[in-house]
């Protein structure tokens, strides 16, 4: 047989290497490659995706069942979900400020706090808080997070072109990562990511959240902003070099196909089944994409998404 | 720089260090190299930042008596001799360094006083706060970093009188500053004047009295260095990034209050190393030029010859001064209007039956213009109305108006003022109630019922347009003054001047042409969804969406210099008839994700100019005719070359470079620089109705300046031909130029 001698692409970039954890507590580093996610022969690819699980400071009132049922009583004390998480495999827990949000409780300055420190206690892998969204009251509650996670090196969201400068100052303050948020779009992204650094953050302080769809819902232009992303950072393009982290469970498990189980034709087969697959799913296109960070939800797809991760790995 | 400020500031230092020295020298014999310095606030709020100015400046750690050595034997290398009579040197360099040995010293005199227990100080019943401690330093310096507080004003000395010292706090909190006070004249300080006024003090109220001397005021220095140090990721000794940083990020200025004495110069010199300008109520001498500042560095604005028909009106427009010298901008939270306001009011139409008053259209002429003046004419937020109100009119009732905005701005540039003018339709619409049509002498504004009965008078328009100038375009506008005219007589006077402006701004736009810039404008708003396409856009070729020239590019690049629109160097002239640069074809390249390598701008058959899909014409080559025809998004027609506008789209859409058609803005038509490469207008021999009849003059121009003046009753369209044979026979009937001009192909 003729022997095929296989292109290989000349990236003159690379992702940077950005690493969660500090301070005794353990660490995660994402980033690094030079090369399209998983083409080990073409470049290399020094740390793996790593995969994170979400909690939120509150019982979830809009959570798909197969959800709640997976994970039982543990949703009602964030410590104790933490812990749960880090069992199942999380290697970094994404904390979700649910309850500081204006429609969903409004609470406060005191009450981040105190969950942050619950959750620094409980567990020892890294955190990441995402706060309301809300871009007045993340800068009122974020930088307490913030303080109170002081030296641990947390990543820190969303920070958007409305209260980046808050989040920027207090991530440099307290040693941080911040996560920029931009609506799937490449320019804006790296427009943040210059405001970001122009702000003085460390280029290996950020992390992007370039934001994604679901499967169904709008997956293919996600993924093609996220490629585009890490094309341009490939091709020495230092402002979208960023390693990429993508909130997949709260994507997936939004949509029908993941919390209905009525009314729907048989063929879509059981609904608990069918919720870990979208998860799943959606989580290994956007590492195609180039996702460095999946945040999952069900400790099903955390083992499934691994389980891949490793296999692609090599 | 003044000899007068040097002589002064370099006393000071001197004096200032003096004072340390002797200081240290006793407190060393008294308690020995031992004793330990902490820097606390009245209420024993520590600091992790040592003596922070010190600390932030040199990197020296000071944590006991004998540790101030070191920063006390660099203050004095710092010191330059003070300066002969007779001899004359241009001193900023010594002058700065002055100012930085005084704010070393003032620290080490701090530092001796913390020792022996006289810090923070007590006066009488009152006890100074002394420096700012870290936690709420970092509270207010989260604030600065964001945006939130603008900086802090550095308030040295005593004001005129106590209502003058109240008026001049007052004003300066309704700009969102802290403010910061030390020092007095002849014993008496701003301090004693809000205390005896009743005015609370302390961190809830952001007023916070540091001392009664002079020194105190290194407290402020020491908060701006550390807010420097945390949230600017600068490490101690990097002076250089921590001055830039406050210079950039910290909008803060002294405010000097009676006259003063060469230790204040001293302190004013070092607080300009931070890029803190100096404001005095005396007669001084002014340092004008910027550099080390922003903008200037030292302004004199004696209180009394400060115009206005009381001290109140003078002390506001004192920290007006302060404002716009250290560059604050105002950011107006609410548009303060009875009705409601905000982009969902924008398409609304005020029908007859709802309708308060009317202005323009067919009661008379309505006209709005937006001029720049010297910053010192305008007033910000002064409003004014020139003749009847709503009020004055009776139901339904339709009128002229005339609406002046005069604005103006330290970066503001007369080329601006179309760009601003024409967002008065957009930000009068956002006004619940208010329907606005047309610019310029074509203005027509409705205003209904509901609008009057919630309360909505004329001067609310000044409130409108003042509130969006300053939040949208903040980058360029420092001021803006309204006035509302409706009196029959003044209107048509300022009709007359309008006009007068409308035509001299023409004339200069006109006059800016592609050979008479060396910058050309791009756009990469549409790259969410065609990637790889670029927009291009030079003075005589407006964005294909028709939507932004070369000026509103230049205009955004001010505005927001991260933004979709960066300048394009147009670089070396590669071919001057095909418009062909290469600094444009090296831009092309870096922003296509390099998909296209090359940009002509003005040829149609080589290298065009890409489409993202937003394009108001679509041209394209008819072979047989010898030439172009361009059909425009509003037709729906059939056209010669068989694709509808819709079909076409789907070949010169989403970034593809396809020589022979080609997107574009509807009035690149009537350019000069139209397809010059391939013979300009006279090879158009196809154009949607619509366009013609639009651009009915212009086109008749461009065919005059073609050479050819029947030329547009040559050129077919939708009525007189829908296929190519239609077109071939109308063409030969009419004798089209292009019929006889050199093959295309």
């Given amino acids: 047989m003729p022997s095929v001698e296989i292109p290989l692409e000349k990236w003159t970039g690379q992702v940077h290497q950005v690493t969660l954890g500090a301070g005794g507590r353990k660490t995660v580093t994402v980033g690094g490659e030079n090369t399209l996610p998983y083409l080990h022969f073409d470049g290399t690819i020094p740390n793996k995706t790593a995969v994170a699980i979400e909690i939120q400071d509150i019982a979830p009132a809009d959570w798909s069942p197969t959800l709640l049922k997976a994970w039982g009583d543990v949703v009602n004390d964030p410590a104790t979900w933490a812990k749960k998480a880090v069992e199942y495999g999380a290697e970094a827990i994404l904390l979700n400020l649910k309850s500081a949000h204006p429609d969903e409780g409004n609470t406060g300055i005191a009450e981040a706090k105190a969950v942050t420190d619950k959750i620094l206690s409980a567990v020892d892998v890294p955190l990441i808080v995402i706060g309301t969204g809300v871009a007045d009251k993340d800068n009122e509650i974020l930088p307490a997070v913030s303080e109170a996670a002081r030296g641990q090196r947390i990543a820190i969201g969303n920070c958007e072109e409305k209260n980046y400068r808050t989040v920027v100052a207090v991530c440099i303050a307290d040693g941080h990562i911040a996560i920029p948020s931009s609506p799937v779009d490449l320019n804006l992204a790296k427009q943040l990511n210059i405001l970001l650094t122009d702000a003085g953050l460390p280029i290996d302080a950020i992390l992007m959240d370039p934001t994604t769809g679901a499967l169904g819902y709008g997956l293919e232009y996600t993924y093609s902003v996220m490629e585009r992303l890490r094309m341009a950072g490939l091709g020495g393009d230092k402002l979208t070099a960023m390693p990429i982290i993508n909130n997949v469970g709260e994507d997936a498990w939004k949509q029908k196909e993941a919390k209905v189980a009525q009314g729907l034709p048989e063929s879509w087969g059981d609904m608990e089944t069918r919720g870990i697959i979208w998860e799943e799913q959606t989580a290994i296109s956007l590492m195609q994409a180039g996702s460095n960070l999946v945040v999952l939800r069900h400790p099903q797809s955390v083992a499934k998404v691994g389980a891949a991760i490793t296999k692609l790995m090599g | ?745």
């Fill in chain 2, 1 to 745: 720089m003044s000899k007068f400020i040097a002589t002064q500031a370099i006393t000071g230092a001197h004096q200032t260090i003096e004072k340390a020295d002797k200081m240290y020298k006793e407190a060393l014999a008294k308690h020995g190299p031992d004793a330990v310095i902490e820097f606390k606030d009245s209420r024993g709020g520590p600091t992790a930042f040592h003596v922070p100015l010190i600390y932030g400046y040199t990197g020296i750690i000071i944590e006991k008596l004998g540790d101030l050595e070191k920063p006390l034997e660099l203050a004095k290398s710092l010191l330059p001799p003070t300066p002969s009579e007779h001899l004359w040197v241009p001193y900023l360099g010594e002058t700065l360094d002055s100012g930085v040995a005084t704010l070393y010293a003032e620290e080490i005199i701090k530092s001796i006083e913390f020792v022996n227990g006289t810090q923070p100080e007590v006066k009488g019943d009152f006890t100074y706060n002394g420096p700012i401690d870290d936690s709420q330093m970092r509270g207010w310096g989260i604030q600065l970093v964001d945006g939130r507080m603008p900086g802090f004003a550095a308030i040295l000395g005593c004001a005129k009188s106590n209502e003058v010292a109240v008026k001049i706090v007052r004003e300066c909190q309704s700009k969102g500053l802290l403010v910061f006070l030390a020092g007095n004249n002849n014993g008496r300080s701003v301090v004693d004047q809000l205390r005896e006024e009743g005015v609370e003090m302390g961190y809830d109220t952001f007023i916070v009295p540091f001392g009664s001397d002079t020194e105190a005021i290194v407290y402020a220095l020491g908060f701006a260095t550390r807010a420097a140090l945390s949230f600017g990721g600068v490490d101690a000794g990097d002076y250089r990034r921590i001055l830039l940083y406050n210079k950039f990020r910290c909008f803060a200025f002294a405010l000097v209050l009676g006259d003063m004495g060469p230790v204040d110069w001293a302190t004013g010199a070092g607080a300009i190393t931070f890029g803190f300008p100096a404001i005095c109520d005396t007669q001084v001498p002014n340092i004008l030029p910027t550099g080390v500042t922003r903008y200037e560095h030292v302004v004199s604005m004696p209180f009394d010859d400060i115009p206005g028909k009381d001290d109140m009106e003078r002390a506001e427009k004192l920290v007006d001064k302060c404002v716009e010298v250290r560059g604050i901008k105002v950011k107006i939270a609410k548009v303060a209007i009875p009705n409601s306001f905000g982009p969902a009011f924008e398409g609304e139409v005020v029908r007859r039956a709802n309708l308060q008053a009317e202005y323009g259209s067919k009661a008379g002429p309505a006209v709005e213009m937006l001029e720049m003046h010297d910053i010192n004419d305008i007033e910000d937020g002064k409003f004014e109305v020139i003749g009847p109100d709503l009020d004055d009119l009776k139901e339904g009732d339709k009128t002229y108006m005339a609406i002046k905005v005069d604005v103006a701005g330290r970066k503001m540039q007369k080329d601006f003022e179309p760009v601003l003018e024409r967002q008065i339709h957009h930000f009068v619409n956002g006004a619940e109630g208010v329907q606005h049509q047309g610019q310029r002498d074509i203005t027509w504004i409705r205003i209904s019922k509901g609008a009057f009965e919630k309360g909505f008078r004329l001067k609310h328009l000044g409130d409108i347009l003042h509130a969006n100038l300053h939040n949208q375009f903040g980058a360029i506008v420092d001021k803006v003054q309204v006035t509302v005219i409706t009196d029959e007589k003044k209107v048509a006077e300022f009709l007359e001047h309008a006009k007068e402006v409308y035509a001299e701004r023409d004339l200069r736009l006109a006059g800016i042409t592609d050979d008479s810039v060396d910058t050309f404008y791009s756009c990469a708003l549409c790259q969410s969804f065609a990637p790889t396409h670029i927009c291009v856009i030079n003075p005589e070729r407006t964005g294909l969406c028709g939507a932004y020239s070369w000026l509103d590019c230049r205009a955004a690049y001010e505005i927001n210099p991260t933004g979709p629109n960066q300048p394009v160097p147009k670089g070396k002239l590669i071919s001057q008839e095909a418009g062909e640069w290469e600094g444009v074809n090296q831009f092309v390249l870096e922003n296509s994700q390099r998909a296209i390598d090359r940009f002509t701008l003005y040829s149609v058959m080589d290298a065009p100019c890409t489409t993202c899909g937003c394009c108001e014409c679509i041209m394209m080559i008819i072979p047989e005719a010898n030439g172009f025809m361009v059909v425009s998004r509003d037709d729906y027609s059939e056209t010669p070359c068989g694709l509808k506008f819709t079909t076409a789209m789907s070949d010169v859409g989403g970034g593809a470079q396809n020589p022979g058609m080609m997107g574009h803005g509807k009035r690149y038509v009537t350019s000069d620089k139209f397809i010059s490469a391939e013979g300009g207008i006279k090879r158009l021999v196809w154009l949607s109705k619509n366009i013609k009849e639009e651009l009915a003059e212009e086109l008749k121009e461009a065919a005059i300046a073609a050479g050819d003046p029947d030329l547009i009753d040559k050129i077919a369209d939708g009525t007189t031909a829908t296929t190519s044979d239609e077109l071939m026979a109308f063409l030969e009937e009419k004798g089209h130029p292009a019929l006889t001009m050199d093959p295309i192909i």
